[in-house]
Nanobody
Framework: QVKLVESGGGLVQPGGSLRLSCVASGSIASIGAMAWYRQAPGKQRELVAS???????NYANSVKGRFTISRDNAKNTAYLQMNSLKPEDTAVYSC?????????????WGQGTQVTVSS
């Protein structure tokens, strides 16, 4: 059984920072691309940032220059460093990973962590 668990969300003032973590555990043969998504109330889920096994990254235009995605392959963990946070960044942030279990690839999602940016 494979699980993704996010942590690090919370309430922060505009201009502040948060660091999200996503840890994968279980019967994992390997982990491919990892990504962070977010969904605000009444809006569709959107891709925030993604990172390949080799470290190539991609960001939504709305977070470029403010957010940084990284990963520690030895710890099966992805991070999202969020700086200069804005009220419009408020959302539930979820982690997704492509994980090899035995010989097959699966998409796994975490349960999400709430990020609220408000004064």
């Amino acid at each position: 059984q494979v699980k993704l668990v996010e942590s690090g969300g919370g309430l922060v003032q505009p201009g502040g920072s948060l660091r999200l973590s996503c840890v994968a555990s279980g019967s994992i043969a390997s982990i491919g691309a990892m990504a962070w998504y977010r969904q605000a109330p009444g809006k569709q889920r959107e891709l925030v940032a993604s990172i390949t096994t080799g470290g190539n990254t991609n960001y939504a235009n709305s977070v470029k220059g403010r957010f940084t995605i990284s990963r520690d392959n030895a710890k099966n963990t992805a991070y999202l460093q969020m700086n200069s946070l804005k009220p419009e960044d408020t959302a539930v942030y979820s982690c997704k990973a492509i994980i090899q279990v035995v010989t097959r690839l699966y998409d796994y999602w975490g349960q999400g962590t709430q990020v609220t940016v408000s004064s």
